[in-house]
């Protein structure tokens, strides 16, 4: 079973996020977060909370909270190619430990065929 809280982003409340993180921790479960990538980097806290947590998987929600099931195929590729960059330079730029992205939930979780196709191009 997977626990996910999706639409972590730059409006997160931290201390709140932290406090459900550890009930996960006090349970032994690992909390799976969707995250939204726009202006992320801004939000220092959560930013350094996702990348230095144990017991955290996260997985990549969007840009915005775009319905992707109506994008067609260079716009979801798009955007995904720009959450993927966006994370991959921001977590060098921190110094932090690269976790890659290999996981996509699409907000309201839907999706057509062509972002999915997207996904399988570009390993999430």
Known sequence: MI???DDVGKYTDLSTIMRLQDLFDKHG???TVAVLMEDLWES???WHWLLTTPNLNIALHGWK????SLMNRYAARD???K???YWENKVKHGGYEFKPLKVFFPPW???GRETI???DDLGI
Do not use: A, P, Q, S
């Not at 909270?65 to 992707?68: E, G, Q, S």
């Open 3 to 5: 626990f996910r809280d």
């Open 29 to 31: 479960k690992v909390h």
């Open 44 to 46: 220092k806290g959560i």
């Open 65 to 68: 909270h775009d319905d992707y």
């Open 79 to 81: 955007e995904i190619e």
């Open 83 to 85: 959450c993927l960059t």
């Open 109 to 111: 979780n839907r999706v």
């Open 117 to 119: 196709e997207v996904c």
